[in-house]
């Protein structure tokens, strides 16, 4: 009976063989909660943010409705030109409609760049682009608050909650009306 050859390995093949299977070790290995980076937590909110959050917090509270903050990522159907403005997603809690709710609060770095960007969004989903990103019923509070922008889009045929024309009831009485133009 005849013996195979045993493989040989050349150069540093061996060494990096052991290399890579500790490093998959080390893969299945769960990290402590301490080794978990610091950007995964949510960015403080800012001055101009917070007085924003906190007219919104009492346009809603009057009407029996909470907002809280959310800390998701929430990209609306927006113009290209917002890609990189400050964000914050706070939510109006709407027991029948969980994932609803959503108002988006973009910070601007002065009070006529936020009016220049509230025009610009406000024209962005009058537009066919912007349209098609709404169902067909859409309606929209947008609201000029300092140098930022509160935005709000619902649908009432899509809304399950009956309390959501509420929310936008309440977004439209902070700050100043961004008017959407007729398409």
């Known amino acids: 009976?005849?013996?195979?050859?045993?493989?040989?390995?050349?150069?540093?093949?061996?060494?990096?063989?052991?290399?890579?299977?500790?490093?998959?070790?080390?893969?299945?290995?769960?990290?402590?909660?301490?080794?978990?980076?610091?950007?995964?937590?949510a960015p403080p909110i800012s001055p101009a943010v917070a007085a924003t959050e906190v007219q919104?917090?009492?346009?809603?509270?009057?009407?029996?409705?909470?907002?809280?903050?959310?800390?998701?990522?929430?990209?609306?159907?927006?113009?290209?030109?917002?890609?990189?403005v400050p964000r914050t997603a706070f939510r109006a809690i709407l027991p029948d409609d969980p994932s609803g709710g959503l108002v988006v609060v973009?910070?601007?770095?002065?009070?006529?760049?936020?009016?220049?960007a509230a025009a610009e969004l406000a024209a962005y989903v009058a537009s066919g682009p912007g349209r098609v990103q709404y169902p067909p019923d859409a309606r929209f509070a947008l609201r000029q608050v300092g140098s930022t922008i509160a935005f709000f889009a619902w649908s009432p045929a899509s809304s399950p909650d009956?309390?959501?024309?509420?929310?936008?009831?309440?977004?439209?009485?902070?700050?100043?009306?961004?008017?959407?133009?007729?398409?």
């Open 162 to 183: 009956a309390r959501t024309a509420d929310v936008a009831a309440a977004v439209a009485t902070v700050g100043t009306e961004v008017p959407i133009p007729r398409g």
């Open 56 to 84: 919104l917090a009492g346009a809603l509270r009057a009407r029996g409705l909470v907002l809280e903050e959310t800390g998701l990522v929430v990209r609306p159907g927006e113009p290209a030109s917002f890609a990189a």
């Open 106 to 116: 973009y910070e601007l770095p002065d009070v006529a760049s936020a009016a220049t």
């Open 1 to 41: 009976m005849s013996r195979l050859p045993a493989p040989r390995w050349r150069g540093g093949a061996l060494v990096a063989l052991a290399a890579a299977i500790v490093a998959v070790a080390g893969c299945a290995a769960p990290a402590a909660p301490s080794a978990l980076p610091a950007a995964t937590a």
